[in-house]
């Protein structure tokens, strides 16, 4: 018989088609609770009983053993005698729970929170409807306070008001956000001190056309905030209260509903060649507007791809491949499994089209390659960009050498010290853009050069470069590159600021521009690591804050984290098993991180390890490659090495 536990609520256990499942006494349900609680593990018999008992009888042991037995009756009747119970296995002296995870609400519940966390916003606000739809009320409600429910029922309360939180910023992210004031209303008044729950009021508010209320509601939460704590201001109030004050686009992003695709996925074409290269084209120019658009345009790019596969016509697919002419500044993809399938794609395609393909065409699909599978060092990938850049030399196509450039950039990552190579494709790629009118590569050029002047310390080349950017951005409407600019002079400010709390207000301002902006390639765990190099810079600690997601920069960064918690030993095994950054924009500042860990560690084989990574790179700045994020000079980060191997 197939079990259902539910526990967001009162203890209820149901069979598959809903019949309740009688498991007797408070005493039997809390036994199973307690099980429920322990998430798969065993609980010994000893915590068993003081779990139940405040002042355990004498007899307790053999109690539990008797609810054990009569739990598992209940939920196992067509057991036979003496055969071995599938739900509730005995572990030596201990017992767990054995249900699976699906047929439990709370392991369920927990499952689609972590789940939805980076998924996008149209999945995690339905998956996050249903989810929520899952309490009845208070946690284990039938059961009476105790010292193992407590803090059990603490922790669930609390990933309830996240996913609360999760799912209104899905739905604004969505621009659904006036049907959420009554709610948020509500969830802000009964939690006031959680700051978010202020902000997410707002915006609402300000999506529902109510400006004025939407200030009004940050004002009184600042003004909680300052009668209650002391604080005078509070940074996601503050940039929300500017964004409203300027109406910023990416508070109001386009609905993405059924008109909402169709307007940008179909045309007036009938022809399947037509509509299918119409839509990557319509996908390529909305991207370049970023947010919304950009999450958009790559899921119809990927979807015309692939429908064009399915016709089994290689020309057709090529070209609609190389229709979404997009440049790109980030080794990271947005999303690496869709630009995996994408280069499986091209590469099937040039096999199917074979010698006799165009040679243009060819150099499209082979750039085209190299762009999606970057961050990596696999040789054929920058082969790819290579042959792509030498046919388009010989064909003299402006069009296809700058995107045969771009994908050249991206692939230079696959070996540091590659500065003065990307420093002479970023003036390439300007010079071309200027004389056949390419204002968009000539976007990506200014974009290179911003990091080539900032890995070198030219700040003040790399802010004309930022300006001459800004201003072709404004005309040609790509507010991205505001984003990225803005970046860089945080970037600017850590270097000559001596004020860490200017500079994290700086950073935690772009943070919320990246936030809105459809490049999680870039977004991911770009704030953490600039503060990170805030306080390492300053000699402090790295930050503990269980709300600052590292992305994929974790691995390198637990070492730090397990020493700021005051455990070495974790943080000397972390450090042993730590792998090579990937080749990307982040490898010279996860290397600066390295060297900090091994300084602080006195780790001589990390230590030397992080030497010859960086060595590479003397003379420049450690993240400056990113324009966004300063670690210092490589070449005081090995000295200091040096100091430590000499030791």
């Not at 409807?129 to 059990?152: H, Q």
């Not at 050069?449 to 900032?454: E, G, L, N, S």
């Not at 600021?497 to 207000?505: F, R």
């Amino acid at each position: 018989m197939e079990i259902l536990v539910k526990v967001l609520g009162p203890i209820e256990v149901t069979d598959a088609e809903g019949r309740p499942v009688p498991v007797g006494s408070r005493r039997r349900r809390e036994l199973l609770g307690r099980l429920v609680s322990a998430d798969g593990r065993a609980v010994p018999l000893p915590v068993l009983v003081d779990d139940l008992w405040e002042d355990p009888p004498q007899a307790a042991a053999g109690t539990v053993r008797t609810f054990v037995g009569e739990l598992r009756r209940a939920l196992e009747p067509d057991r036979p005698p003496r055969a071995p119970s599938l739900t509730i296995e005995t572990v030596g002296t201990a017992y767990a729970l054995r249900i699976p995870r699906a047929n439990v609400d709370v392991h369920r519940f927990e499952d689609t929170l972590r789940t939805v966390r980076e998924a996008p916003s149209g999945q995690a606000a339905g998956a996050l409807s249903e989810a929520l739809s899952w309490w009845r009320g208070e946690p284990y409600a039938d059961l009476d306070a105790s010292p193992w429910l407590t803090p059990e029922r603490a922790r669930l309360t609390e990933l309830h008001r996240q996913a609360v939180e999760l799912r209104a910023r899905a739905m604004l992210d969505l621009g659904r956000g006036a049907p959420l004031v009554p709610e948020l209303e509500a969830f802000a008044t009964a939690h006031p001190w959680r700051e978010r729950a202020w902000v997410l009021l707002a915006h609402a508010l300000y999506q529902s056309g109510r400006q004025v209320d939407a200030l009004a509601s940050l004002r009184n939460a600042r003004a909680g905030l300052l009668d209650r704590f002391g604080l005078e201001s509070a940074d996601s109030l503050d940039h929300l209260e500017r964004d409203i004050l300027r109406h910023a686009p990416h508070l109001t992003p386009a609905p993405r509903d059924e008109d909402r695709q169709r307007l940008l996925t179909r045309t007036e074409a009938t022809g399947t060649y037509t509509r299918l290269r119409s839509m990557s084209t319509v996908a390529g120019t909305a991207a370049v507007t970023g947010g919304t658009n950009l999450v958009l345009a790559q899921e119809q790019r990927a979807a015309a791809v692939a429908e064009a596969e399915r016709t089994e016509d290689a020309a057709l697919t090529a070209r609609v491949i190389t229709a979404y002419d997009v440049p790109t500044i980030w080794t990271r993809a947005d999303d690496p499994e869709r630009s995996e399938a994408l280069v499986a794609t091209a590469r099937r395609t040039l096999n199917r089209l074979g010698p006799g393909a165009p040679p243009a065409l060819r150099a499209r699909l082979l750039a085209t390659i190299a762009l999606e599978h970057r961050g990596t060092r696999d040789r054929w990938a920058a082969e790819a960009a290579d042959e792509a850049e030498q046919l388009a030399r010989d064909l003299h196509d402006p069009n296809a050498l700058v995107l045969a450039l771009n994908a050249r950039f991206v692939q230079s990552f696959q070996h540091p010290g590659r500065t003065g190579e990307r420093d002479l494709i970023a003036g390439e790629v300007i010079e071309l853009s200027a004389r056949h009118d390419l204002p968009m590569f000539e976007i990506l050029g200014r974009l290179i050069k911003i990091q080539v002047c900032a890995a070198r310390g030219d700040t003040g080349t790399a802010e004309r470069h930022a300006v001459a950017a800004e201003r072709l951005a404004t005309v040609h409407e790509s507010p991205l590159v505001h984003v990225l600019t803005a970046a860089f002079r945080a970037m600017r400010l850590a270097q000559r600021s001596s004020d860490p709390a200017e500079v994290a207000h700086a950073y935690r301002s772009v943070a919320g521009d990246l936030a809105g902006a459809g490049m999680p390639g870039v977004e991911a765990g770009i704030f953490p690591l600039a503060l990170l190099s805030l306080r390492m810079r300053h000699g402090r600690a790295a930050p503990t804050d269980p709300a600052l997601d590292w992305g994929p920069n974790r691995p390198w960064v637990r070492p730090l984290l397990h020493l700021a918690r005051g455990n070495p030993e974790a943080a000397r095994e972390s450090a042993a098993g730590l792998p090579e950054p990937p080749a990307d924009h982040l490898y010279d500042a996860l290397w600066a991180v390295n060297a900090h860990t091994a300084n602080l560690l006195e780790d001589a084989s990390l230590a030397a390890r992080a030497r010859d990574a960086l060595s590479p790179l003397r003379g420049e700045i450690a993240g400056g490659t990113t324009g966004m994020l300063t670690f210092g000079p490589v070449n005081d980060i090995l000295a200091a090495l040096d100091q430590h191997l000499v030791r």
